[in-house]
């Protein structure tokens, strides 16, 4: 299975022992609750040692959110397609279904047709 940076990236906050980057500590939680949670919400199928191994690459994750050029603001040519797409993509998510870059351009696509939105 393949995980997103963002999905790692959060289960790393979520089980952040120290607290940091506007996460709180959170020192109770076991890797297998997490997993457990991960799973339940998201209809996955992640192991504890996922976790674990996520956690003990921490300092990776803090080098990456504590570099700036990654979270910058970029704005939306067509906020109508993003929204229109945001929302396909979350029914597509509960639904279980399987995303990738082709998907999600041909989705755009099709959706930018649908509203009228030239390729130019």
């Not at 700036?68 to 397609?81: A, D, G, K, M, T």
Request: net charge neutral.
């Amino acid at each position: 299975m393949i995980y997103t940076l963002n999905l790692d990236f959060y289960i790393f906050c979520v089980t952040q022992k120290g607290g940091s980057h506007n996460y709180p500590a959170n020192t109770d939680i076991k890797h297998a609750d997490v997993a457990l949670f991960f799973n339940t919400k998201y209809k996955l199928d992640i192991d504890r040692s996922t976790i674990t191994k996520i956690w003990q690459s921490r300092e990776k994750w803090l080098t990456t959110l504590s570099n700036s050029n990654i979270f910058r603001y970029h704005s939306v040519q067509f906020p109508e397609l993003d929204k229109a797409l945001q929302i396909w993509m979350s029914q597509a998510v509960s639904a279980g279904l399987p995303l990738t870059d082709a998907i999600l351009q041909q989705k755009g696509l099709e959706l930018a047709q649908m509203l009228n939105i030239s390729e130019d």
